[in-house]
């Protein structure tokens, strides 16, 4: 059973900042509710008014300027799963999208909610995290841009005042010579919550890492860039051993910020091996 | 807080008064009488509640009511008659896709709106747009064959 509250339809930015600053942090913003109706029913959230930002057109746009792909937050993962223009220009990212939940979650479940959730398994962050992706949060009187990799705080904790809305997220458009690849493991191929992903996104100029990025999803307390795997690869053939020698430094990574636990023995190879994977489908690209 | 709330339902425009925290799935077998949808895990992982909101298959315990405002709904209601079964419906009956029922209005729905985006889905189409569904009697494949016929007509 879910709990009475008010429900309020703001149809621009203006009209939902002023609605979260009178109610004072004893609102929810709801977008496509896969996570929100959820907490609602089981009695871990109980807000008392909820503001469904799904009919503020900005919010709902997929817009390519200046070089710099925006999005706005209420945009559906199918929406992005399916745009041209993510797919040109961050195809890390509507591969990702594609692979959520269900058809269903992703008609309904959007970037902005998966951000705002801050689950360490959120498929959208790894892809954004490589892609140097900013948030433009906005609040009464101003916004601000915010680094994706600096949003959040720890699992299902982002640093966003209960005053802000996560408006917008953008990242430079990828150049066409940049690979990528973004892959998943969980229990099923559909409707299962990552155990691990790996975001990549990569450049080879004259047989060398030139440029690379690679962030880690499930495996830490909330996904990070895994830097020094990147040190080490830039300069690097993109060889076996190379490839190796990387994968240690990410399962290194993963001990030291979540600790031995009783399936680290399981899952240090299999970090290690899906990340060569995904490093081998970039460059396969 | 109740409010009233405008929406298209099987294609008639319907004013109904509903409370903010109430689910869609709760407006239609509760308030509306419409239990053609059914409650599986009521949590969005079994997709026995699908309904297609504006074409497209949503879970329904998802949705908040008020949220419909404005929307075209589509239930297993609207899709055909005792009379006359929607080709869907009929291939589901010849096939034997059906045995407890329960998945199965939810799966009409997304087998319906994947027709209507791609008239001859091959079977890892028909599979990728069950992927949001759990059905423990039939196994699926007489599900996919039900649909995969039904698309030749």
Same mark, same amino acid.
């Given at each position: 059973?879910?709990?009475?509250f008010?429900?309020?339809?703001?149809?621009t930015?203006?009209?939902?900042?002023?609605l979260?600053?009178?109610?004072e942090?004893?609102?929810?913003?709801i977008?496509?509710?896969?996570?929100?109706?959820?907490?609602?029913?089981n009695?871990d959230?109980?807000?008392?008014?909820?503001?469904?930002?799904?009919?503020?057109?900005?919010l709902?746009?997929?817009e390519?300027?200046n070089?710099?792909?925006?999005?706005g937050?209420?945009v559906t993962?199918?929406?992005?799963?399916?745009?041209s223009?993510?797919?040109?220009?961050?195809?890390?990212?509507?591969?990702?999208?594609s692979g959520?939940?269900?058809?269903?979650i992703?008609?309904?479940?959007?970037i902005?909610?998966?951000?705002?959730?801050?689950s360490?398994a959120a498929d959208t962050i790894p892809?954004?995290?490589?892609?140097?992706?900013?948030?433009k949060?906005?609040?009464?009187?101003?916004e601000r841009q915010v680094?994706?990799?600096?949003l959040?705080k720890?699992?299902?904790k982002t640093?966003?005042?209960p005053?802000?809305l996560l408006?917008?997220?953008?990242?430079?458009?990828?150049?066409?010579?940049m690979k990528?690849?973004?892959l998943?493991?969980a229990r099923?191929d559909?409707?299962?919550?990552?155990?691990?992903?790996?975001?990549?996104?990569?450049?080879?100029?004259?047989?060398?890492?030139e440029?690379?990025?690679?962030a880690?999803?499930?495996?830490?307390p909330?996904p990070?860039?895994?830097?020094?795997?990147?040190?080490?690869?830039?300069?690097?053939?993109?060889d076996?051993?190379?490839?190796?020698k990387a994968?240690?430094k990410?399962?290194?990574?993963?001990?030291?910020?979540?600790?031995?636990?009783?399936?680290?023995?399981?899952?240090?190879?299999?970090?290690?091996a899906?990340?060569?994977?995904?490093?081998?489908?970039a460059?396969?690209? | 807080?109740?409010?009233?709330?405008?929406?298209t339902?099987n294609?008639?425009?319907?004013n109904v008064e509903?409370?903010?925290?109430w689910? #869609?799935? +709760?407006l239609l077998?509760?308030?509306?009488?419409l239990?053609?949808t059914?409650?599986g895990? $009521? %949590?969005?992982?079994?997709?026995?509640?699908?309904v297609?909101m504006?074409?497209?298959?949503?879970?329904?315990?998802?949705?908040?009511?008020?949220k419909?405002e404005?929307?075209?709904?589509?239930t297993?209601?609207?899709?055909g008659?005792?009379?006359?079964?929607?080709? #869907?419906? +009929?291939s589901f009956?010849?096939?034997?896709?059906?045995?407890c029922?329960?998945?199965t209005p $939810? %799966?009409l729905m997304?087998?319906k709106?994947?027709?209507?985006?791609?008239?001859?889905?091959n079977r890892?189409?028909i599979k990728e747009?069950?992927?949001?569904h759990?059905?423990?009697?039939t196994?699926y494949h007489?599900?996919?064959?039900?649909?995969?016929?039904?698309s030749?007509v």
């Open positions: 059973m879910i709990p009475p008010d429900y309020k339809t703001p149809n930015i203006q009209e939902a900042i002023e979260l600053w009178q109610a942090g004893k609102a929810r913003i977008a496509g509710g896969t996570d929100l109706a959820i907490g609602l029913r009695g959230q109980s807000p008392q008014s909820i503001i469904d930002i799904t009919r503020i057109e900005e709902r746009k997929i390519e300027k070089g710099t792909i925006s999005i937050a209420a993962h199918s929406e992005i799963a399916s745009s223009l993510v797919k040109k220009h961050g195809k890390v990212l509507s591969d990702a999208a959520i939940g269900s058809p269903q992703r008609n309904l479940g959007t902005g909610g998966n951000l705002i959730n801050a360490p892809p954004l995290m490589v892609l140097q992706a900013m948030g949060v906005v609040t009464k009187g101003g680094p994706l990799l600096q959040f720890g699992p299902y640093n966003l005042k005053h802000e408006a917008q997220i953008t990242f430079p458009k990828l150049p066409p010579d990528t690849s973004f998943r493991l099923r559909a409707m299962a919550i990552a155990r691990i992903s790996v975001a990549v996104v990569l450049k080879i100029e004259k047989r060398r890492f440029d690379i990025k690679i880690v999803g499930s495996i830490t909330t990070e860039r895994m830097s020094e795997a990147e040190a080490f690869l830039k300069g690097k053939s993109p076996e051993v190379s490839l190796q994968s240690l990410i399962s290194e990574a993963m001990i030291r910020q979540s600790g031995i636990r009783p399936s680290t023995s399981y899952k240090k190879p299999v970090v290690e899906l990340f060569i994977r995904a490093m081998k489908k460059l396969e690209e | 807080m109740e409010r009233t709330i405008k929406f339902l294609g008639r425009l319907i509903v409370s903010p925290h689910t #869609l799935l +709760k077998r509760e308030k509306l009488r239990t053609g059914k409650e895990c $009521g %949590i969005g992982e079994c997709g026995a509640c699908t297609l504006d074409g497209i298959p949503v879970n329904a315990c998802l949705v908040l009511a008020p419909v404005g929307r075209k709904i589509e297993i209601e609207g899709l008659s005792r009379e006359s079964l929607h080709p #869907l419906q +009929k009956i010849d096939h034997g896709a059906i045995q029922g329960f998945c $939810g %799966i997304s087998s709106a994947l027709l209507e985006k791609n008239s001859n889905p890892k189409e747009a069950l992927s949001g759990l059905c423990r009697c196994g007489q599900i996919i064959e039900a649909i995969k016929k039904a030749e």
